[in-house]
């Protein structure tokens, strides 16, 4: 008593593919490419389970099996597949799979219902196979790609489809999924719905933001479109293009030159191929590639196999980025593999047909990279260095299709329904319903620790390997695994990148940029045009005082008002803290001017004082003279309070001194002018004048007119004192510390009073400068206050267009200089007479000069 399966097995001629954790590293010998490159081979097995041993050589009849190198990829994977099923004692105990090749099961063409149809495969088994008719439900495995699985399903429809389950190897397609139009179809592989993520986590990595798209003209194709560009928006990657290629191969013949000449004309080295690797879109890339066009081609696994001819310089980046599902090796299958025959399944044969695992690190002592050691190797150097045969995609996808079917028949088995009878004749339909309800509920753990769940509806959390392969002379290929990237950590930690498998390949660990625009570095910032793509953008200088100390900055960040930017605008400095010092050039000549100005003062009143008997000093008021001249040392000392480091009670000095003793000067000259005017009135018979000026009414000027600018200042100091400041943007890269004058109110009323007492000087010595007198120091008067005005109307300008100590240098200069006017006007002439012309000063001898 057997039961029995059919498994139809279509094959595709394969894009080789492989998937490794450890090692990391792959070689492989591409084949020919001018030969059959435009064909698909299609082979139909029926896997029967058998209730009995097989023979110990009973898979060698594949070696008689016609069809292409490459088609033995997927046919040998399902041998070595059956074969561990037949040798697990606790997987369908005392029952084997095997399978047959039909006549003419395998053919080579583009169309497999040119040489046989499924009633003609049915009706030329054995007879002894079909003595259970009742017992039978056929499993047909398909793919790798979408256009054969739909096929069959279609082929299958013609005949009883009810007596039919689908299985399905190759990349997970979301239209297979619609129970409707596929209700008893399963896809062995796993979603790729973080594959966007993972893709455009990479991009991030490497600091890409300027990517090409090519896709295919589908479902599929836009599906995965949308995906990118929502993950692309949350990081702002941009697409240099998308180029949308056609299913239909005319159609894309007609735009071949656009599709090439948009990624010519582009300025990205990233191009993201996504699509079938039998379509129209693969025929593109293989022309792009042997145009010697070099780009970072980033796809998934299944694009592993399409080459060119053309070789990667050892020096170049280029070749291709692949993301794989992660699944753990299958040992040993090299070995099953080289049982079969071991002339004809050499090492080299064999590494036409997948890619062989290469210890990363045996050529870490005598070569500088992987790729340089690889590409200068022998072949016997290689084989030396093989341990087994990667597992692609698709192979372990047949692996794990093997063994789901198996572990839904041996439930079945457990439960006793394989053998129960139908009804109504409808054997074969409730045979099929109870395998396909066993296939929908089948999830088991794989001999590789691999988890398989066949209820879609339990998604598998996504684990990509990340590969790096370059095509090298001799036909050689290098793959080396740089990365993974796993979807159920943490969204900054998905992905990690193997730096150092990077530099050992290829001597740098550093990738090719793929912006749009060049990086923006420290001291600029990203500026947008209108029209541009958001990763597109001009740099411009940071305002000022303003830095960036980072690379594509949107916004420079301003320093604080105690630091400024440096030249290069990449930081801020620590301001230097200054003020009108004593040690400076400008401080020390005006301390020094200050200080002998005011000893010459001094010299004036200690000669006024020594010769206080004599006409000359007598003349005006004497008193008024000595008064004038103390007033004016103070105004000489005055600006010592300016100069030096500022504190609260010098700035408050600063004002007060100067408005006081200021005003004191300019009345004690308007007290001179005003006894000279009452001198000569005081001589007209009649007047009342000399009642004033025995009265001392010039002395009162001087008190009057002080207490009025006393009042004044106390008012200042009550609402709005003078307070210490820091000058922050008057000098570029300082901190002036200065004197902030509370109320500018304030201090202009104080010097416009100043103004208004001068004026009036001038204007009484004016009128008084031809009154008839020896002594008449009017004209000195006059000029005096003339120099005062003008030396204060001058200042209003300067002061306001200079800033920072300048504008406290301006003020003390304008001091020194109104208060030497007063001095060098009033009292040099009358030191002239004194001290060199003595007769001048004699009151006999004016008088005999006068009488004669």
Not at 137 to 163: D, E, H, Y
Not at 574 to 600: C, E, P, R
């Amino acid at each position: 008593m057997f039961a029995l399966v059919f498994l139809f097995f279509f094959l595709n001629i394969p894009l080789l593919v492989s998937r490794f954790t450890q090692p990391r590293c792959f070689w492989r010998m591409y084949e020919n490419k001018d030969k059959d490159e435009d064909l698909v081979t299609r082979c139909v097995f029926f896997l029967i389970m058998e209730q009995r041993p097989v023979e110990k050589d009973y898979f060698n009849h594949i070696l008689n099996i016609q069809t292409t190198t490459k088609s033995f990829q997927f046919l040998l994977a399902l041998a070595f597949s059956m074969d561990e099923v037949n040798r697990n004692p606790d997987l369908l105990p005392n029952s084997s799979f095997v399978f047959e090749c039909p006549e003419r099961g395998c053919a080579i063409g583009t169309k497999i219902d040119s040489h046989f149809n499924f009633s003609e495969v049915v009706h030329d088994l054995p007879p002894n196979y079909m003595c259970h008719k009742q017992t039978m439900c056929i499993v047909v495995l398909t793919g790798p790609n979408l256009a054969t699985s739909v096929m069959i399903r279609t082929m299958l429809n013609i005949f009883k489809p009810q007596q039919f389950l689908q299985v399905t190897y190759g990349p997970f397609h979301p239209i297979l999924s619609n129970r409707e139009q596929f209700p008893s179809l399963y896809q062995m592989a796993a979603k790729d719905t973080s594959l966007a993520l993972a893709m455009i986590s990479l991009m991030r990595y490497f600091n890409w933001n300027w990517i090409g798209l090519a896709i295919s003209d589908n479902d599929q194709g836009t599906q995965f479109l949308t995906k990118l560009r929502g993950e692309m928006e949350k990081i702002t990657v941009c697409f240099a293009f998308v180029s949308v290629i056609p299913v239909k191969m005319h159609l894309f013949l007609m735009r071949a030159e656009v599709y090439y000449n948009q990624i010519v004309t582009s300025s990205t080295n990233v191009v993201v191929i996504y699509g079938d690797p039998e379509s129209s879109l693969a025929v593109g890339f293989r022309r792009w590639e042997s145009l010697g066009l070099q780009r970072i081609w980033v796809t998934t696994s299944q694009w592993d196999g399409t080459t060119t001819k053309n070789d990667f310089p050892l020096n170049s980046f280029n070749g291709k980025i692949t993301f794989a599902h992660h699944h753990a090796e299958i040992s040993n299958f090299k070995t099953f593999v080289q049982t079969l025959n071991p002339l004809k399944y050499t090492d080299e044969f064999l590494a036409r047909l997948e890619w062989m695992n290469l210890n990363c690190k045996v050529s870490a002592s005598t070569c500088k990279t992987l790729k340089n050691c690889l590409s200068n190797a022998s072949l016997q150097w290689l084989k030396a260095q093989t341990f087994d045969m990667a597992f692609s995609d698709e192979s372990y996808d047949i692996y794990n299709a093997v063994y789901t079917v198996a572990h839904a028949f041996h439930e079945m088995l457990l439960q006793h329904l394989y053998n129960q009878p139908m009804d109504n004749g409808k054997g074969h339909y409730a045979h099929c319903l109870k395998l396909h309800s066993f296939l929908r509920k089948t999830h088991f753990t794989n001999p590789v620790a691999g988890r398989m769940i066949m209820n879609e509806k339990e998604n598998l959390q996504e684990e990509y390997g990340i590969f790096q392969i370059w095509n090298l002379p001799y036909g050689l290929g290098l793959k080396v695994k740089i990365g993974e990237f796993i979807s159920y950590f943490p969204y900054d930690q998905h992905l990690h990148i193997y730096e150092d498998m990077i530099e050992h390949a290829t001597g740098s660990r550093q990738m090719p940029p793929s912006v749009c625009s060049a990086d923006c570095g420290p001291g600029f910032r990203k500026f947008w045009q209108e029209g541009m793509a958001a990763c597109c953008f001009d740099c411009s200088p940071c305002p000022q005082n303003e830095v960036s100390n980072e690379t594509n900055v949107d916004k420079c960040v301003r320093c604080p008002e105690d630091q400024y930017a440096n030249r290069e605008q990449n930081q801020c400095i620590q301001k230097a803290v200054i003020f009108l010092n004593y040690k400076d050039t400008i401080g020390m000549v005006l301390t020094l001017m200050a200080l002998f100005l005011s000893a010459f003062t001094t010299v004036i009143l200690g000669i006024f004082v020594k010769h206080h008997d004599t006409p000359i000093v007598k003349a005006n008021n004497q008193n008024l003279s000595y008064i004038l001249l103390i007033s004016l040392v103070f105004c000489f000392l005055c600006p010592l309070l300016f100069i030096g480091h500022p504190n609260s009670a010098t700035c408050v000095l600063q004002q007060i001194t100067f408005g006081v003793v200021f005003t004191l000067a300019v009345s004690t000259v308007l007290a001179k002018t005003v006894t000279v005017v009452l001198a000569f009135k005081v001589t007209v018979p009649g007047t009342r004048m000399r009642y004033f000026l025995v009265s001392g009414v010039p002395k009162h000027i001087i008190a009057i007119c002080t207490l009025i600018q006393i009042i004044l200042c106390t008012i200042w100091l009550h609402f709005s004192p003078p307070f210490i400041d820091k000058d922050v943007h008057s000098e570029h890269g300082q901190i002036i510390i200065v004197c902030n004058k509370g109320s500018v109110t304030a201090f202009y009323c104080v010097l416009g009073y100043h103004g208004s007492l001068a004026l009036g000087s001038f204007i009484v010595a004016f009128l008084a400068r031809n009154l008839p007198d020896t002594f008449n120091e009017a004209k000195l008067l006059t000029f005096s206050m003339l120099l005062f005005c003008s030396v204060w109307i001058t200042f209003l300008p300067v002061y306001h267009s200079t800033k920072g100590k300048i504008m406290v240098a301006v003020e003390v200069l304008s001091i020194l200089a109104s208060s030497a006017g007063l001095l060098g006007c009033i009292f040099i002439p009358k030191c002239y007479i004194i001290l060199l012309r003595p007769e001048r000063n004699s009151l006999q001898k004016l008088r005999d000069k006068t009488s004669s």
